[in-house]
């Protein structure tokens, strides 16, 4: 859902000069909030409907820069002065997403206040907004000289044409101008003249090594003043991610990826997996497992059936193998191939070699996102129903392209974002913990895969519900099958019996007219070829 759709923004509650609040729809928020820095040329409305897409599970603060909206200008713009302003302001510990500008001061407040910051997400942010010898890719001096003269000869014509160019070249151009037109020039002409000297000479370069949070950058590969060449200038350890067809403000022409990508920034810090402790689980589930596991062997059976009858893999990765119930059937299927089952799980793998010791197949233990495994070896990577329980999605997806040998293919099949949605929204009556483990949407999948360098990328969506007796039938389905929540980053608080109660009562809602119990499974599955 794009921004030009208009979604209607939902009244800010608490209303100052400075801060707008969007509160949570949520009954049950997350706790610290999120905070929306517009950049230079526009105040907060330059956001449009994000702060309420965004607040359906925290709190949104927009801010107006000062001489922006209804915020006084300071008397002298400096980094540290905005930074300092920008203290006095902000929540005690909060979310940052800055835009433009916005995004260099949050790398700057985030640099001085590093126990302040959970995540930072910069959108459109270079290092340097002015080019120099030793930073090239940014904004020549000559245009920025001209840029600034059209500001002091004619600030109304200059914020003009400050729009076309934030809309140049983006997919939805003619739209973006549009709602630019509609958006308020509530500046401090003074003020904001000042922010333009500034932005000059701002250099993000000294921040990145003292921004210890999450940090995320968002470039449109269409921008015309922010090129998307410095993403390169980034170190690793901020990730990037590229909007091809957006320009300068994706948040408004590609609104659903951005917000996307906030989430998942956000998500990462509520909900952290512990490993060993999936390992375990699935351990310890083995046993069991097959009997239990009707959705997974469905979507197993599905993903087999795909599988190309023009193919003659040499050899074969069942990448999650669990049980190795895929492993034999892709073994009968390509009775040439070598087959190797690959799972985290000692336990599980164990279970599995003993139960077809007597198939000629591999078993290897190791994490799909570093596998132990040769360059350019496989000619086939099958996985079903393991990727989610991966940290790092582009890591994972890089290593299996770094397995496969060009041409192999890659088909998979995980759980999507709505999987058990009834359980999470039953759940989110009682507290904001994150008690059903978090999926990657089929976006992030789709990027994630272009990155690494997958062509021929076909996505599928399907949806399969399973029906229980009763809530608690539901709860032992998912433990007996492993699927536990191993979150690492929830709060301490116990869940007891009163809160098992109030779960209970909370999902009768959706108890079907027959007297079940449903519990949704979002499928997303696919096939790409390196």
């Not at 794009?2 to 969007?22: E, G, H, I, W, Y």
């Not at 949050?106 to 590093?114: F, K, V």
């Not at 990765?317 to 669990?322: A, F, K, R, S, V």
């Amino acid at each position: 859902m794009s921004a030009t759709s208009n979604l209607l923004q939902q009244p800010a509650v608490a209303d100052c000069n400075v801060l707008r609040l969007f509160p949570s729809r949520n009954l049950k928020p997350y706790r610290d909030p999120l905070v929306l820095v517009h950049g230079w040329g526009a105040n907060s409305q330059i956001w449009q409907s994000l702060p309420h897409v965004l607040s359906e599970h925290m709190d949104v603060y927009t801010l107006d820069l000062p001489g922006f909206g209804a915020s006084p200008a300071l008397e002298a713009y400096s980094e540290q002065s905005l930074v300092d302003w920008l203290h006095a302001q902000l929540p005690s510990c909060c979310y940052l997403v800055g835009l433009s500008l916005g995004g260099m001061l949050c790398r700057a407040y985030a640099a001085a206040y590093p126990e302040q910051v959970r995540g930072l997400v910069a959108i459109s942010t270079n290092l340097r907004f002015v080019a120099d010898k030793q930073y090239p890719l940014a904004m020549s001096k000559a245009d920025f000289k001209a840029f600034s003269d059209s500001w002091q000869h004619d600030p109304q014509a200059c914020l003009k044409r400050f729009a076309s160019l934030q809309s140049q070249g983006d997919q939805q151009q003619r739209q973006l101008i549009r709602q630019l037109r509609n958006i308020g020039s509530d500046i401090d002409p003074v003020g904001v003249g000042s922010l333009l000297t500034l932005l000059a000479t701002l250099d993000g370069t000294e921040h990145l090594p003292q921004i210890n949070c999450p940090s995320l950058t968002i470039f449109g590969g269409q921008d015309c003043l922010v090129p998307v060449a410095a993403a390169e200038a980034l170190p690793s350890a901020h990730s990037t991610v590229v909007i091809n067809k957006a320009a300068h403000l994706p948040h408004l022409s590609f609104q659903s990826q951005v917000v996307s990508e906030i989430q998942e920034l956000i998500d990462c810090q509520l909900y952290r997996l512990d490993k060993h402790r999936v390992a375990q689980s699935f351990g310890r589930a083995a046993k069991n497992y097959d009997a239990a596991a009707t959705v997974q062997k469905w979507s197993g059976q599905q993903l087999i059936n795909r599988l190309k009858d023009d193919m003659s893999p040499q050899t074969v990765i069942d990448l999650g193998c669990g049980t190795g119930l895929q492993s034999v059937q892709l073994k009968q299927q390509f009775p040439r191939a070598r087959v190797t089952g690959v799972d985290l799980s000692a336990g599980m793998l164990a279970y599995a070699q003993t139960s077809h010791a007597d198939k000629p197949i591999d078993w290897l233990c190791c994490d799909a996102e570093n596998l132990a495994v040769q360059d350019s070896s496989q000619a086939l990577v099958f996985s079903n129903f393991a990727l989610q329980w991966c940290v790092d999605l582009q890591q994972t997806v890089a290593e299996i392209y770094r397995v496969l040998e060009p041409g192999g293919r890659f088909y998979f099949a995980v759980p999507g974002p709505e999987t058990l949605w009834e359980l999470r929204d039953a759940w989110a009556q009682i507290n904001g913990d994150v008690h059903i483990n978090r999926f990657f949407q089929s976006c992030q999948w789709q990027s994630a895969l272009h990155r690494a360098g997958f062509r021929q990328i076909d996505l599928y969506s399907a949806t399969k519900v399973e029906y229980h007796q009763s809530v608690r039938d539901l709860l032992i389905s998912l433990k007996t099958v492993g699927a536990n929540n191993s979150n690492n980053g929830k709060s301490k608080q116990l869940t007891g019996k009163s809160q098992f109660k109030r779960l209970y009562n909370g999902y009768e809602q959706y108890r079907t007219s027959q007297g079940k119990i449903p519990a949704t499974w979002d499928i997303i599955s696919g096939s790409v070829v390196k």
